[in-house]
């Protein structure tokens, strides 16, 4: 089993290689070669064997676009699931997580990356798409395209793009027809494919497409222009920034409750835990002291009971210190009423921490404070830093 693992991370890694088919040969049932079994379910391919994988890395190649692939074992073969999608029309993960695909995009030099997509809302191609190539110039707006696949719904738009500069789009507006140019006529939306529409979205950077919108709530469409540009590297820090602030819930109703408040300064809970005399090691020794006397009241005459009380005691001041935290804080329900921004998790809010406070003076003093809180962030934030 070690090598079949073993074997889908090299062949994950190298995207197209002979190594792809020798693992495919190598983990058939019974140690025997067979056809290749292939299926295409909406935009992917599944199959046992690798050439159909191979076809679309050459077609992207081709066309600039992006291959991606995952695999998995099923009932003793090796499984190859397969797509072609527009290049950098998914979202890039810093390092493998389940579910991700890798992919080697033809559109940036043959990048090869892990990956977040949803192959029916990205763009997807199956084999025998269209040999168009997309071109580099972005508008910046983040799309899906309706169930009824007559429209394309904004879902959000990208920081520093055109469409966010314009001002003139927001999420929730429908996209109901394309232009290209300023002047350009103007093709529906529906009876098109989500990828014909992202090509028509697409082109060279400093041309321009003109969308016509339909608005929730409002009569009738309008037109948009906007200029194709193509990504910065000012515009990947700040979506990269933008998906660091979605993390975080502009509310307290999350499990973890941020030290800081949404105008940047420090939670007053926070503050009255770093003001209070307190800490694990006060109340340990405390404990200690006090657990001893008591248990050598109790114990005197018990062999070995002096040595007995001092270790409960001790176990209980540990005890105490950490429930002293607690208390300093103002208690959890302190802790909630002064904090304005939270978290689902302590992951989320390390990675939102250290990317968005570390630079403040008092950021190592809040964080050893929360952590007596929430023990374990100050290595959830040290790893998210690095």
């Not at 006090?290 to 540990?318: D, H, I, Q, R, T």
Request: with cysteine; charged share 15%; proline share 3%.
């Amino acid at each position: 089993m070690e090598r079949i693992f073993t074997c889908i991370r090299l062949g994950a890694v190298v995207l197209g290689s002979a190594l792809l088919a020798a693992c495919a040969s190598s983990y058939q049932q019974g140690g025997t070669s067979s056809p290749a079994v292939t299926t295409v379910n909406g935009p992917v391919t599944s199959s046992t064997g690798s050439e159909a994988y191979q076809k679309q890395v050459f077609q992207a190649r081709d066309n600039k676009t992006a291959a991606c692939l995952q695999t998995e074992v099923s009932s003793g073969k090796l499984m190859y699931h397969s797509l072609v999608v527009p290049s950098g029309s998914f979202q890039v993960q810093a390092e493998h997580t389940v579910g991700a695909w890798r992919c080697i995009d033809y559109g940036k030099g043959g990048q090869q990356v892990w990956a977040t997509l949803d192959p029916n809302s990205t763009g997807a191609q199956g084999v025998s798409t269209s040999d168009e190539p997309l071109g580099d110039g972005l508008l910046g707006i983040r799309i899906h395209q309706t169930e009824d696949k007559h429209f394309l719904k904004v879902e959000s738009l990208v920081p520093l793009s055109a469409a966010e500069e314009s001002g003139l789009l927001q999420s929730g507006d429908l996209i109901v027809a394309i232009g290209d140019g300023k002047n350009g006529e103007m093709t529906p939306t529906a009876g098109q494919t989500l990828h014909q529409l992202v090509a028509q979205m697409r082109g060279e950077p400093g041309t321009f497409a003109r969308l016509s919108i339909m608005s929730p709530g409002t009569a009738g469409t309008r037109d948009v222009v906007l200029e194709r540009r193509e990504q910065t590297s000012e515009q990947l820090a700040a979506i990269q920034q933008q998906k660091i602030d979605g993390l975080a819930l502009k509310n307290n109703s999350g499990q973890f409750l941020s030290p800081y408040t949404s105008d940047g300064v420090t939670a007053e809970w926070v503050n009255k835990t770093i003001n209070v005399s307190m800490g694990k090691a006060t109340g340990s020794a405390v404990g200690g002291v006090a657990g001893a006397y008591a248990a050598n009241k109790v114990l005197e005459n018990v062999p070995f009971g002096g040595m007995l009380g001092g270790f409960l005691g001790s176990k209980a001041g540990k005890a105490v210190g950490g429930n002293t935290a607690l208390e300093a804080s103002g208690g959890w329900d302190f802790i909630r009423s002064s904090s304005d921004i939270s978290f689902n998790s302590m992951s989320d809010m390390a990675q939102w921490l250290a990317t968005t406070h570390s630079t403040k003076s008092n950021f190592v003093d809040v964080i050893k404070a929360a952590d007596k809180i929430y023990p374990g962030l100050q290595t959830a934030v040290a790893n998210s830093a690095r």
